[in-house]
C-alpha cells in the first residue's frame, strides 16, 4: 500500500514539475508578446492587434489554470468542457473525411472515445 503511495506521489511531483515548466514557457511568450505589443501597437493593424490580444487572454487563462492546478490540485471544469466540445468536433470532422480509410479496430476505438467524451460532456454540463 505504501508503495502505491510513493508512486502516487511521484507521479504527482513529476506532473507538477511539467505544469510548472509549462507555466514558465507561456509565461515567457507572455511577456515577449506584451513587450512587442507596446513597442510596435503604434504600427500595427487593428487585426493584428486583435488577434494578439486574443492570444494574451488564452495565455493569462492557462497561466491561472496551471496555477490552480500546481497549488490547489483544481482544474478549471470549463476547460474540461471547451476542451470535450473540442476535441468532439474535430474527431467527428475526422471521422466523416477519413473513417473509410481507418482500420476497423481504430474506427471502433475512435468511436467508443467519441461515446465515452459525449458522457463526459453530459456529465459536466
Do not use: P, W
Amino acid at each position: 500500500m505504501s508503495e502505491n503511495r510513493i508512486d502516487d506521489k511521484k507521479e504527482v511531483c513529476a506532473a507538477n514539475e511539467r505544469r510548472i515548466e509549462e507555466l514558465l514557457n507561456i509565461n515567457n511568450r507572455y511577456i515577449r508578446t506584451k513587450r512587442h505589443m507596446e513597442e510596435f501597437a503604434e504600427i500595427m493593424d487593428e487585426d493584428q492587434l486583435e488577434h494578439a490580444i486574443k492570444i494574451q487572454e488564452e495565455r493569462e487563462r492557462r497561466m491561472e489554470n496551471l496555477k490552480n492546478i500546481i497549488a490547489y490540485g483544481k482544474h478549471e471544469q470549463e476547460d474540461e468542457v471547451e476542451n470535450l466540445k473540442r476535441n468532439l468536433k474535430f474527431t467527428q470532422n475526422y471521422l466523416k473525411n477519413h473513417a473509410h480509410r481507418m482500420d476497423e479496430k481504430t474506427l471502433e476505438k475512435t468511436i467508443e472515445k467519441q461515446a465515452h467524451r459525449i458522457e463526459q460532456l453530459d456529465f459536466l454540463e
